[in-house]
């Protein structure tokens, strides 16, 4: 069974930084794709970032040139960097997997960290 646990989040005040964690536990192999997702409050939850296993990444076009997503292949770890932290940015952040490789068919998800960013 496959687990994936965030951790890293917390609180910042604007033009800060926080990295956030995700730690992918179980049968999650092969050509699998890893993601970031984010849901600010009264909001739809929406895409932030995604890289597959061999280092292809996208990243939202609100995040561009602040967030970088990353991965280490050996230990099944998926980070994210967030710089030049907005308040926008504020939400639950969700790790993701997608076994199919494609970063388009998440199946796997983690149970969430919170970002609050303050002006």
């Known amino acids: 069974q496959v687990q994936l646990v965030e951790s890293g989040g917390g609180s910042a005040e604007a033009g800060g930084s926080l990295s956030l964690t995700c730690a992918v536990l179980?049968?999650?192999?092969?050509?699998?794709?890893l993601g970031w997702f984010r849901q600010p409050p009264g909001k739809a939850r929406e895409r932030v970032a995604a890289?597959?296993?061999?280092?292809?990444?996208d990243v939202a076009d609100s995040v561009k040139g602040r967030f970088t997503i990353s991965q280490d292949i050996a230990k099944n770890i998926l980070y994210l960097q967030m710089n030049g932290l907005k308040p926008e940015d504020t939400g639950m952040y969700f790790c993701?997997?997608?076994?199919?490789?494609?970063?388009?068919?998440?199946?796997?998800w983690g149970r969430g960290t919170q970002v609050t960013v303050s002006s």
């Open positions: 993701a997997g997608d076994p199919s490789g494609t970063c388009n068919a998440f199946q796997h």
């Open positions: 890289i597959d296993r061999y280092g292809s990444s």
């Open positions: 179980g049968p999650l192999y092969g050509s699998r794709c």
